[in-house]
Protein backbone atom coordinates (compact mmCIF):
# COMPACT_ATOMS: atom_id res chain seq x y z
CA UNK A 1 0.00 0.00 0.00
CA UNK A 2 1.49 3.23 -0.81
CA UNK A 3 0.64 6.45 1.69
CA UNK A 4 1.28 9.50 0.64
CA UNK A 5 2.06 12.39 3.64
CA UNK A 6 1.77 16.03 2.89
CA UNK A 7 0.72 19.17 4.76
CA UNK A 8 -2.20 21.57 3.33
CA UNK A 9 -1.28 25.07 2.40
CA UNK A 10 -3.01 26.49 5.30
CA UNK A 11 -1.26 24.34 8.12
CA UNK A 12 -1.33 25.78 11.26
CA UNK A 13 2.14 25.33 12.67
CA UNK A 14 2.48 25.96 16.78
CA UNK A 15 6.25 25.36 17.98
CA UNK A 16 6.54 28.27 20.07
CA UNK A 17 9.49 30.54 19.74
CA UNK A 18 11.56 29.55 16.62
CA UNK A 19 15.32 30.59 17.88
CA UNK A 20 17.78 29.18 15.76
CA UNK A 21 19.12 26.93 18.15
CA UNK A 22 15.79 24.79 18.15
CA UNK A 23 14.78 25.56 14.59
CA UNK A 24 16.55 22.04 13.12
CA UNK A 25 15.47 19.64 15.92
CA UNK A 26 12.09 20.83 15.31
CA UNK A 27 12.36 20.72 11.81
CA UNK A 28 13.43 16.84 12.48
CA UNK A 29 10.92 16.26 15.38
CA UNK A 30 7.89 17.00 12.68
CA UNK A 31 9.82 14.73 9.89
CA UNK A 32 9.83 11.87 12.13
CA UNK A 33 5.94 12.19 12.72
CA UNK A 34 5.01 12.89 9.03
CA UNK A 35 7.50 9.46 8.24
CA UNK A 36 5.41 7.58 11.41
CA UNK A 37 1.90 9.08 9.52
CA UNK A 38 3.86 7.17 6.63
CA UNK A 39 4.92 3.79 7.90
CA UNK A 40 1.58 3.30 9.59
CA UNK A 41 -0.54 4.30 6.59
CA UNK A 42 -2.25 7.35 8.80
CA UNK A 43 -3.57 5.13 11.88
CA UNK A 44 -0.68 5.19 14.14
CA UNK A 45 -0.90 3.64 17.46
CA UNK A 46 -3.69 5.94 19.85
CA UNK A 47 -4.77 8.00 16.83
CA UNK A 48 -8.37 8.76 18.05
CA UNK A 49 -10.77 9.73 14.90
CA UNK A 50 -12.37 12.96 15.71
CA UNK A 51 -14.63 13.01 13.01
CA UNK A 52 -16.24 10.51 10.59
CA UNK A 53 -17.39 13.54 7.27
CA UNK A 54 -15.61 13.16 3.94
CA UNK A 55 -12.56 12.68 4.71
CA UNK A 56 -12.28 11.52 8.00
CA UNK A 57 -10.66 13.53 10.52
CA UNK A 58 -7.95 12.53 13.19
CA UNK A 59 -5.94 13.70 16.21
CA UNK A 60 -2.63 12.37 17.22
CA UNK A 61 -0.71 12.85 20.11
CA UNK A 62 2.90 11.90 21.69
CA UNK A 63 4.42 13.58 24.92
CA UNK A 64 5.17 16.37 22.58
CA UNK A 65 2.96 17.12 19.70
CA UNK A 66 -0.18 17.00 18.84
CA UNK A 67 -1.49 16.58 15.24
CA UNK A 68 -4.48 17.30 13.22
CA UNK A 69 -5.00 15.51 9.62
CA UNK A 70 -7.63 13.70 7.27
CA UNK A 71 -6.81 10.06 6.01
CA UNK A 72 -8.29 9.48 2.52
CA UNK A 73 -8.33 6.00 1.12
CA UNK A 74 -8.00 5.49 -2.63
CA UNK A 75 -10.51 2.63 -4.56
CA UNK A 76 -10.60 -0.80 -3.84
CA UNK A 77 -8.24 -1.02 -7.01
CA UNK A 78 -5.76 1.73 -5.74
CA UNK A 79 -4.16 0.80 -2.95
CA UNK A 80 -3.14 4.19 -1.64
CA UNK A 81 -4.12 6.37 1.39
CA UNK A 82 -3.56 9.62 1.35
CA UNK A 83 -2.74 11.90 4.78
CA UNK A 84 -2.89 15.54 4.61
CA UNK A 85 -1.70 17.40 8.16
CA UNK A 86 -3.76 20.28 9.16
CA UNK A 87 -1.96 21.22 12.08
CA UNK A 88 0.77 20.78 14.34
CA UNK A 89 1.15 21.89 17.78
CA UNK A 90 3.66 21.75 20.08
CA UNK A 91 2.21 20.35 23.33
CA UNK A 92 5.06 21.69 25.68
CA UNK A 93 8.80 23.37 25.70
CA UNK A 94 11.54 21.00 23.85
CA UNK A 95 15.06 21.35 26.01
Not at 18 to 32: F, M, N, Q, T, W
Not at 74 to 90: K, W
Request: net charge positive; with cysteine; charged share 30%.
Amino acid sequence: MKTIVSFDPHCQIDVGERDPDRRLLIKESVRGLQELLRDTAGLPPGAWQVSAGPPPRYLYEDANWRINYSRKSGGFFRRTVEVVIDAVRLKKEIV
